[in-house]
């Protein structure tokens, strides 16, 4: 009973599988309140700004103002569905709950942890970012093939923004310190992205910024797969994704590494 | 009066899933020699379960482990004792990779730490001294998870939580949230949750804090038997008797070292001698008691109402008048760390 059965490695799948097969438990719990607001935040959104705004603004670049914000919102539910339970469950389980401290006792690794729970919650808002898509489709979208992609823009964004709340959790000192991160950092991002507005009429500084946000590629690359209006732009959209979530991932890992280990 | 059992089922039953099934690797069937060394070598580091060196760990100003040197043989029950701050949860935590050790040299079932450390982690069980249960859980989903997270094949994975599910005595709370246990009852699931692989070393860090009596002694009964099926078992413990009834083999730990190890009879014999004294009496007798034992150069100390009076059996005639009675681990420690404990 010596000789070890295999060779450990980093990111074995078993550990990731244990990690998640508690969020799944979890989830058949609390599945019915995240549907529900999954649908009615980007209802109300339509409601406001489709059909309140929309009265005044009937096509924003050559688009009709339900379909510009209808694509767009898939981004704010992205955004919301990956760096609030990223901040927030990482901050809740690691100090509250301490189930992370349980976990690590276990055969799972910082690394194993902390990108479990980050695949999770961006599987998820990549399936729920689909969600106003839906209700748009009710306000007048039409379906189209390219949509088809649009979990996966979600995917891929969800992991830049889930790591980023649990960079952020990483290092707040208290609960309370998320709401310098939320007024701070994600509101700004989440109004400058092109969501509601285009990032052309605004001042040629901001512009900057909001070229650099993550999310106003977000909106961009899923506008342009549901609309059928994909081109070879798309794909530095695409790449800044996947760079924004690859290094949020890294970042997020080593600072939990610093963290949870003594 | 069946309630109440620390289950009398079988705890290391069908899924072996630890007992690995040795180097099914290609490549061992090559050289019998290099093969028979291997095998020796390893023989040799199995013989201790918990090996440290030489180990320090700081919290910047403060060295909870301060050059620890210790040894587990394997399949002994090995008993942790020691003052608040000693140490014992800092030592716990660096077996299991929770806490990097500044210097020294850390094997856990033959894995050197910290690269082994995922290794032993599979071939182990920890039940940690603060509560960490998940509280969104129930007792059922807590155990599932974590055989998920142990490892335990699929098809064994039912088995082994029904299994737990007895040890604890927690069969018909299995569909209980966490959040609505008893204190006791949550204890027990820790217990389990801890057990769900079979593991062949456990640690337990102060395991019976807050388990009543009876539950306190289920939970001996259950330490016995896996000592008895081969399990090796370190536990820290205030409860002198604790470490008493079921340590092989105790060390005191004070500062971050040890300061004494062996049979507990053999510390009792070497730190307190054979007998205590005894005496009980209003306050200025028991002082003046102090004050010439003192004079004399016998070392008492205070236990509730009474003055001890250490090393009994070689007073003569001079001693006041009193209780003897066996020295016993107690003894032994508070002389150890002049520190008096539950
Ligand atoms: N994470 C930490 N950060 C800072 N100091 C720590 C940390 N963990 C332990 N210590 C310090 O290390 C020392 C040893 O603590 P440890 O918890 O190992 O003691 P112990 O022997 O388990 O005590 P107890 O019987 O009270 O559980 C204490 O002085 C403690 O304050
Ligand atoms: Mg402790």
Redesign the interface.
């Known amino acids: 009973?010596?000789?070890?059965?295999h060779r450990?490695r980093r990111l074995e799948p078993?550990?990731l599988?244990?990690?998640m097969?508690?969020d799944i438990?979890?989830f058949g719990?609390y599945w019915k309140a995240t549907t529900f607001s999954s649908v009615v935040q980007p209802t109300i959104y339509l409601l406001a700004f489709g059909l309140g705004f929309g009265s005044l603004v009937s096509h924003v670049e050559h688009v009709r103002y339900v379909e510009y914000v209808g694509t767009g919102v898939v981004a704010t539910a992205v955004l919301f569905s990956s760096a609030f339970p990223g901040m927030f469950n990482t901050f809740i389980r690691w100090k509250f709950?301490?189930?992370y401290?349980?976990?690590?006792?276990?055969?799972?690794?910082v690394e194993e942890l902390i990108t479990a729970e980050v695949l999770w919650i961006s599987v998820r808002a990549g399936v729920y970012g689909v969600a106003p898509l839906i209700v748009a489709m009710a306000f007048g979208l039409s379906p189209s093939p390219g949509m088809l992609l649009v979990p996966f823009v979600g995917f891929v964004t969800g992991i830049g923004f889930a790591s980023f709340g649990v960079l952020v959790a990483a290092i707040a000192k208290t609960i309370d310190n998320f709401n310098y991160v939320t007024s701070a950092v994600l509101t700004p991002l989440f109004l400058v992205a092109g969501t509601f507005f285009p990032i052309t009429t605004l001042p040629q500084g901001v512009r900057y910024v909001a070229e650099a946000n993550p999310l106003y590629h977000c909106v961009a690359l899923v506008r342009d797969c549901s609309l059928g209006n994909l081109s070879a732009g798309d794909l530095s959209h695409a790449g800044v994704l996947i760079l924004f979530a690859v290094l949020m991932w890294r970042i997020a890992v080593w600072q939990m590494e610093q963290k949870?280990?003594? | 009066m069946p309630a109440l059992r620390f289950g009398t089922a079988t705890l290391l039953g069908a899924h072996g899933s630890c007992q690995s099934p040795r180097a099914a690797s290609p490549g061992a069937a090559g050289s019998t020699s290099q093969t028979l060394s291997y095998t020796r070598a390893m023989a040799a580091a199995e013989t201790h379960a918990i090996s440290l060196r030489g180990v320090v760990k700081r919290f910047g100003p403060v060295t909870a482990v301060d050059g620890l040197d210790l040894e587990v043989p394997a399949g002994t029950c090995f008993g942790l004792l020691g003052p608040n701050g000693a140490g014992k949860s800092t030592t716990m935590r660096m077996l299991t990779g929770q806490a990097r050790a500044d210097a020294g040299e850390i094997r856990v079932l033959g894995h050197l730490l910290p690269g082994g450390s995922k290794q032993a982690r599979i071939e182990m069980g920890v039940v940690p001294q603060l509560d960490n249960l998940d509280v969104e859980l129930t007792t059922r989903q807590t155990l599932a998870v974590f055989a998920r997270i142990y490892r335990v094949p699929g098809r064994e994975r039912r088995d082994a939580v029904d299994r737990a599910l007895q040890i604890a005595n927690l069969t018909n709370r299995a569909e209980t949230k966490v959040s609505e246990l008893s204190g006791g009852m949550r204890r027990r699931l820790l217990i389990a949750r801890g057990l769900i692989h079979a593991p062949r070393l456990v640690l337990l860090d102060e395991p019976t804090v807050g388990l009543d009596p009876q539950v306190r002694q289920e939970l001996w009964g259950l330490i016995d038997r896996l000592r008895a099926s081969g399990v090796t078992v370190l536990m820290s413990t205030h409860y002198i008797e604790e470490a008493e009834r079921l340590a092989d083999t105790v060390a005191v730990m004070s500062h971050g070292r040890i300061v004494a190890l062996g049979k507990p009879e053999q510390v009792v014999r070497a730190e307190a001698g054979e007998q205590a004294l005894e005496v009980y009496g209003p306050p200025d007798h028991l002082e003046s008691v102090v004050r010439d034992a003192a004079e004399a150069g016998w070392r008492t100390r205070r236990s509730g109402p009474a003055v001890v009076i250490m090393r009994a059996e070689l007073l003569d005639g001079k001693a006041p008048d009193g209780v003897r009675r066996p020295a016993n681990l107690e003894d032994a420690f508070v002389m150890l760390t002049g520190e008096e404990i539950e």
């Open positions: 009973m010596t000789a070890p059965a450990v078993a550990a599988a244990g990690v097969s508690r438990v979890l719990r709950q301490r189930t401290d349980a976990m690590l006792a276990a055969p799972v690794d949870l280990i003594d």
